[in-house]
């Protein structure tokens, strides 16, 4: 059989890549069925293809210019992923643990080696001010061949993370996405090895996309901590995993539903770099379990999956779904979290769909 043509394959990858991407998308208010015990509504298969398993090497892209406090809330984010990090219960990487649950067809979990192996700045805009998605692999291609401090070009074991700069534009931006995952095209890159993009949303669309410590100017706005309405708890910042009523002495705090409930204060005091982190997050999570599109998703159609975080969006804590973020901490200044990391920091992260429970889970729940 004679080989086909190279650039119609092309054309087919590109037309298939521009439907396909797969997106966390801003959190729908008043209309979700992500509720965390929500097991009869969820059909999540496995569809023979690769998990990542073995250790990987992290690269990350910083394009544009960044606030080197927004990066160190980041970096200290990923640094926590790995199994030999070292952090207090509930930690970033018992989060992951739940993600590790996803096997491969040998029987592999995925891995829990995550090391962050390399960060490249593209202070310089190579592909512009304003990003297709295609382009976002063009920047990738570009941090393997800058020169100098160039990346390599990992096809067996590396994970490449592009992060936008409050200034970049990128394609379907704070209009349907906050983030999304996919692989690269070897017509583009060189390989294929898989990767994602999150932008900074603090002031592009922080009420779309660093929910819950902002909110879409059509839910109304929050109201004041005193607002009858208020109903769900935050729990104890001292990691206690028991329940506490409202009339506890551990002084925990009463939030409401989106139609009442006050701005919860990000954890490391930067709404767009602590609503980034949870979204970087579930792309990671998706990335790890279903790298190439064809391995853990819910769904019939293979070009929308509903991948693993995907069916978890807007869940914090127990109880958490349809807009409630659930039960999570408050540290002694009134800021909420559910996970700890390296160098004493803590971030909100959403959960993941655990395939052992059934339903939502994360590492500060109740049960």
Known sequence: MGKPCTHLLLFFSLSFFSSIVLSWKPQQFYQSNNYEGSSDLVNLVYHMGPVLATPLNLYTIWY????????????????????????????????????RLYTDQTGANITGEILLSGEHYDYTY?????????????????ATVAHPNALPLDPYNGLYLVLTSPEVQVQDFCRAVCGFHYFTFPAVVGV????????????????????????????????????????????PPNGDREPASVSDSRNVEVMGPPNGKELMDPPNGDVGADGMVSVIAHELAEMASNPLINAWYAGDDPTAPTEIADLCVGVYGSGGGGGYVGMVYKDSVG??????GVNGRRFLVQWVWSPVRNRCFGPNALD
């Open 64 to 99: 544009g210019h960044w606030d080197p406090t927004h990066q160190a809330i980041i970096r200290d984010f990923l640094n926590s992923l790995s199994s030999s990090s070292s952090s207090s219960f509930p930690s970033v990487a018992d989060w992951w643990r739940t993600v």
């Open 126 to 142: 190579s592909q512009g001010l304003s990003l297709t998605r295609l382009a976002i692999q063009s920047v990738i291609k570009a």
């Open 335 to 340: 800021r909420g979290y559910n996970l700890n």
């Open 192 to 235: 294929t090895v898989p990767y994602a993009w999150v932008g900074y949303s603090g002031t592009q669309c922080p009420g779309m996309c660093a929910f819950p410590f902002a909110w879409p100017e059509y839910v109304g706005g929050p109201t004041s901590v005193g607002d009858s309405r208020s109903e769900e708890v935050m729990g």
